[in-house]
């Protein structure tokens, strides 16, 4: 069918696709971390990165309506941009790995990527992709980001939500023992 409006995962895939592919550009140039000097070029790399992915996007599900598309685009360039931005502000981390999986065989995930799933406390399997891992700059430790690209359902003090959001835990939990970190 036609599209006549992004629909909230076609725009998550979209948005974690172009974070992706981002850090992986600036990664081959050695431009990683972004800075506040490096900023201007990162953005250029960032928008050269959203109109390829855009496109390959728009050829795969034919927009009914090309100026909603092109909104919808336009949105995201400036969700994007605000995220870039804020980039500059994370002085500590090093960008490590990007869409970094755990037993998934799909494509555009990082290539240093897990084949297997990985077995966290002997017995739970797990299989996952997070889609970026820094490492400190002066502490030998890691951290993972999953960006949420959905409406916001958390709240200022929840941690796991009685047991409802478990995630961010136990992917903490298989990154450190797949990584050994």
Do not use: C
């Not at 409006?5 to 979209?14: A, E, H, Q, V, W």
């Not at 972004?34 to 390829?52: G, H, N, Y």
Request: charged share 30%; glycine share 6%; hydrophobic share 40%.
């Amino acid at each position: 069918e036609p599209l006549l409006r992004m629909d909230p995962l076609t725009r998550g895939s979209l948005f974690h696709k172009v974070q992706a592919e981002f850090f992986r550009e600036l990664d081959s140039e050695r431009a990683l971390p972004v800075t506040s000097e490096s900023l201007p070029s990162a953005i250029a790399t960032l928008d050269q990165v959203l109109d390829r992915v855009s496109a390959e996007y728009g050829e795969k599900l034919a927009p009914a309506i090309e100026r909603v598309w092109s909104d919808e685009i336009a949105d995201l360039r400036r969700d994007l941009g605000i995220w870039v931005r804020r980039l500059t502000d994370e002085h500590d981390w090093q960008p490590a790995f990007f869409e970094f999986s755990f037993g998934l065989h799909d494509e555009g995930r990082d290539p240093r990527s897990l084949k297997d799933p990985i077995t966290v406390d002997g017995r739970f399997v797990l299989h996952g992709s997070v889609d970026l891992i820094e490492r400190h700059r002066e502490l030998d430790v890691l951290r993972i980001t999953d960006h949420k690209t959905g409406r916001n359902r958390s709240n200022r003090d929840l941690i796991v939500d009685g047991g409802k959001v478990l995630q961010p835990v136990l992917y903490s939990a298989a990154i450190e023992q797949g990584l050994g970190k």
